[in-house]
Structures are given as C-alpha cells and as structure tokens.
C-alpha cells in the first residue's frame, strides 16, 4: 500500500501534467468537433446537392478509419508535405477530424426524429426559416441530441489516450514515462484508472439524469 | 447515403427564389470544394507525392507480402477479439438479468468499469502487469484481451438491452405454458433479441476492427506497423503519405463490406417483421441510430 501511494507522490509532477494535457485536448477537440460536426449536419440535411454530397463521403470515409491512422497520417504523414504542425495540434487535429464525424451523425438523427408536421405547421403559420429552426425544431431535436451526444464526448475523453503514441505527454503516456523509471506498473495503471473514472463520471452522470427526465416526455 | 429525401422538416418544396437561390448555393459550394481538393493535390504534387518511385513499390510481391502479413495480423487480432468479446458480453449480459443479486451486482460493476476505462489502457494492463511479474504476454494477447474486455463490456449491454426489448407477453407466454426461467431466456428470449440486436452487434464488430489499430501502440505487427516500415524507407522517398492513403482504403473497404451487410440484415428483419409487431429499440440504443460511439 505504501508503495502504491508512493508511485503517485514521486511521481505527482508527471501525473498532473499528463492528466492536464488530457483535459486540454479534450476541450480543444471537443470544442471544435461540436462545431464542426453541426456544420457537417447542416450541410447534410442541405437542399445543395454538393454539400450533401461533400457531408455524406466525410462522414463515410472518416467513421470508418480507425483513429490510430488518422494519428498516423498526422504526425507522420502530413510532415512530407512540408507543413509543419507540433505533436499537440497534430493530435487536436486527429481528434478534431475524427469525432465530427460521429457528432455530424448524431445531429443529423436528432433532427429526423423531430416530425415533419411540426416544420410545415410552423411555415404555415408564416414562420421564417430562423423561426422554424429555433423555436420548432431544435428544442425538439435537443431531447434526442444530447444523450448520445454526451457518450460521443465520452468516447472523446477516452479517445485522448491514442496520442501517448504519438508523442504527446498526456496520461496515457505516463505508463511509458514510469517505465523508463523503472517504476512499477499495476499502481501506476490504477492511477491512471482512478484519474480517469473522476473524469468520465460527471459525464456518465449527465447522460443518466438526462436520459432518466427525457424519457417518454418525447 | 445521398439517396435520402432532403430533409421536409426544415425545408419546403423550394419555389423559383429558392431554387434560384440554391442553385447559385450550388455553384459556389461546389468551387469551394473543387478548390480545397485542388489546393490538397497541388500541395502533394508540390512536394512530390505522386513521383513514381513512392507508388512504383505497390507492385513488388515483397512490399505486397508485408501489406498482407499486416492485414492477416490485424484480421487475426480482429477474429479472435470479436469471438472472446461475443462470448464475455453473453456472459455479462446473462448475470445482469439474472434474478440473483449476488450475480446481478458483480456483474453490472464489471461492464461499468470497463466501459468507463479507455482501451489504450486496458491494453496497456495486458502488457505492463504481466511485463511487471516477469511473465510477458505476447503482443497479440495484450492487444486481443485488452479489445475483449472492452467490446464485451459494450456487447453484454447491447445483448441486454436487445433482451429487454423483446414484448413483454413472450415472457409472460412462455411462463404461462411452463417453461423456466432458462428456457425463456435461451428459447424465446435470446433468437429474437439476437435478430433484432443483429446489426448493432455487427457495427460494434467494425469499431472492434478499428481498433486493433491501437496494437501499432504496443507494438503488434498489424498493418499500420507494417505501414510504418513501408512508409520510413529511403529508398523509396519516405512514402508515408501512399502507404498510409493504401491501408486507409483497405480499412476503409472492410470496414463498409461489414457496414453494408449488417444493412442488407437490418432490411431483412425489417421486411420479415411486418406481420408481427416490430421490435421497439432500447431506450439506450434508439437515439443513437448507426452511431455507436468509438
């Protein structure tokens, strides 16, 4: 016991560091790939066919690439084209590319679950498009948006740890780091562990109470 | 995938404004994304990606050899995951819904724990304990039982929740004429969960598949470590960018193949269920339709 505790306190500099870099990614990556994700939905739900098109082949060739390649392609791959990017952008970036496209897609669904009546009793009433979208059928979408949207942040979260292999110092890096050591590995695993439980559970627990209010207001 | 109906909620059947108006939309989107692929090729012209000697290496059988011994290692890893993590999940699934607490409770702790970890570190007990106590696990079952643990977890959830979702008077029917709780479960409730859980269970399957690519981490000879190699040679100019554009096609290809099957399944059972009621999804699964998280 005295050793496990002693793992995280020699080591404290390492594990706040690597647990800070992961915070950090994931609001970076989480922020953006909302942003980008909606903008993909939009485009998808389009009247432009291009858009449609463009949204469609994103969504296609990216959910169905594993993370690590995209990783790959980034520190690796995007060098040879002379641009230069630090290991950390690289790995936003990779996070970024990859989690829209599962966030495009729960938008998208969140939106055909709102009935098409409720669109066209709005415009037949002379709501503007604005109108429509914002007092008809985003409050309604939101309901089916937001759970599944939480466990895409939660896979996010997890997801963080695929850049230890690409040379970013975050907490699925530190077992390597702690290795070098020649520290041992089980307590500093069940740090790990311990770290990321504290954050996955305000996750986890949104998605309960949420899922728990919505259900059959729907 | 481009074949759905624009979506009627947001939009009306366009007048001549608004097809006017989207037309110009069209056209301009359009130059901008023919710009942006143009400004992506002109930048791997540019820096000489298309030069021969960095594709010329897809025909020799030595290059072919490793791209294949990598994808038999990942389909290797992949195969033997998805049967382990097929039976875990059936196992955690069956001591969720059992009626003993002392099975019910051990059970929902295991699936819990395991969903909230990341894989990366799963994976990374299989091959540091062991590492730790002198008796290394090979690569292969690191990588193998840190994706069963992981995608079992997930499955047990999927099969419970497929359970669950099964009408309520199948039981009831089968109580009434009988049968025990066993019987329920493997006779009446299990085929039809399995064929309504059917293509959730096989997209889990494609995200299992993904992601024996975190093998290349620890080191496991799968394709992307294989790209790794191929890409890092000097005498062929470094060609990550080809080799890496490769082994995304490939997975990209497997990956739809599975995709598309469990479609043409899901299509099936829809067809076949028509005259019965149709499986309502799980509360847990049904907003997040083709979307199983990562």
Redesign the interface.
Known sequence: MGDFLRVLTDNRSLFVDGFLTTVKLFAIASASCLLWGTLLAAMR??????????G??YV??V???????LF??MV??VP????NISFFRSACIALLV??SA?VC??VR????T???G???AA?AIGMT?IQ??ALI?LPQAFR?IV??LV??L??LL?????A??FSVLEA?AI?AYL?ERGE???P??IW??IG??VL?FPL?STQRVL?RRW?GSR | ??GEP???????V?GPRARLR?RL??IV??LL?LGLVAYVLR??E??G?FEAVKWRQFRLPSIQRELFAGLRATLKAAGLAAVLALVFGAVFAAARLSDHRFLRWPGSAVVELFR??????LI??WY??P??YGEPLSTLWALVLGLTLYNGSVLAEIFRAGMLSVAKGQSEAAYAIGMRKSQVMTLILMPQAVRSMLPTIISQL?VLL?????G??ITYPEL?DA??RI?GRLTYG?P??PT?MV??AI??SI??LL?SAANALERRTRRSHKTTAAPAPP??LA?????V??
């Open positions: 739900v389009s009247p432009i066919p291009a858009l449609r098109v463009f469609g082949v296609q060739l959910r169905n690439t594993p993370l690590t390649l790959a392609f690796f791959g040879k084209l002379e641009i990859y989690t599962f897609e729960v669904s969140g939106i055909n709102v009935d098409q409720q669109g066209e415009r498009f429509v979208l059928v089916a759970p599944p466990s895409v939660n896979a997890k997801n963080t740890t695929v230890a292999g699925g077992p290795s041992k590995q089980t500093t695993l790990i562990t990321f439980l996955v986890v899922e259900r | 995938m481009e624009v979506s009627a909620v947001l939009y009306d366009p989207n939309i069209s989107a359009t994304i930048r791997f540019a820096t990606q909230a970890i990341p894989l990366l570190i990374f007990y540091y304990v590492l730790q494609v993904k992601d024996t690519a975190l290349f981490i992307l790209g790794k890409g470094f990550y960018l890496y082994i995304a997975y990209i990956c739809l995709s509360p847990e907003a997040q339709p083709g979307t998280p990562p």
